[in-house]
């Protein structure tokens, strides 16, 4: 692995990147296509909501990266996935600042009921731009959370929107719980697990 891929833990002040970067990756994803239908400002607007999401949830997250930031992986540590009604507040503020479907809002807080009853470590985004996706980037910035569950024999769950994502997460250990809607007359989302080794 050159310096350019060294996975390491981003920094607050790398926000605005790490935004950037996920707003790349999840450009075609079903459900941000749904919830921002406007091609020509769709970058932008989930640009501001991944920033937003990011910035209210610092202190309770792990993102790690890398050196160019190209690959982003924010987890949740066991029991503190949930969110806080204050950062619920101002995440909600920011997509409807950003036009998003409000089924779309309404949908995301959903699915915090799909999540296992069990502590788990929650991946809550992983993207790579789009340059680099099919690299093995994504698989680096998953490996040192994927280890540490291991280590401590605690699943991992996260679910995914895009079908042709199902591969890459397979590979590392997950299955598909089940598939089911994002919300009525949205796409299909996909819940999956992961098992510690």
């Known amino acids: 692995m050159d310096v350019t891929t060294k996975v390491r833990r981003a920094e607050r002040s790398e926000i605005a990147r790490l935004a950037d970067s996920l707003a790349g990756a999840f450009y075609d994803d079903p459900v941000l296509t749904y919830s921002w239908p406007d091609d020509a400002r769709r970058f932008r607007r989930s640009e501001r909501y991944f920033a937003s999401q990011l910035r209210a949830l610092w202190d309770r997250r792990e993102v790690y990266t890398l050196d160019d930031v190209s690959s982003v992986a924010v987890w949740a540590r066991p029991d503190e996935w949930q969110i806080p009604v204050a950062a619920v507040a101002r995440v909600a503020a920011t997509s409807v600042r950003t036009r ?98």
């Not at 809607?181 to 949205?186: A, E, L, V």
Request: hydrophobic share 35%; charged share 25%.
């Open 100 to 197: 998003v479907r409000l089924r779309s809002l309404a949908a995301y807080l959903e699915t915090d009921k799909l999540h296992p009853e069990e502590p788990h470590w929650y991946l809550e985004f992983l993207g790579t731009v789009p340059a680099k996706q099919g690299t093995g980037l994504g698989g680096q910035v998953l490996a040192p959370v994927l280890q540490r569950a291991d280590e401590e024999g605690v699943a991992v769950w996260t679910w995914s929107s895009n079908r042709k994502n199902l591969a890459f997460y397979h590979r590392h250990g997950f299955v598909v719980l089940e598939e089911r809607p994002f919300t009525r007359g949205g796409p299909p989302i996909f819940p999956i697990r992961r098992e510690p080794r």
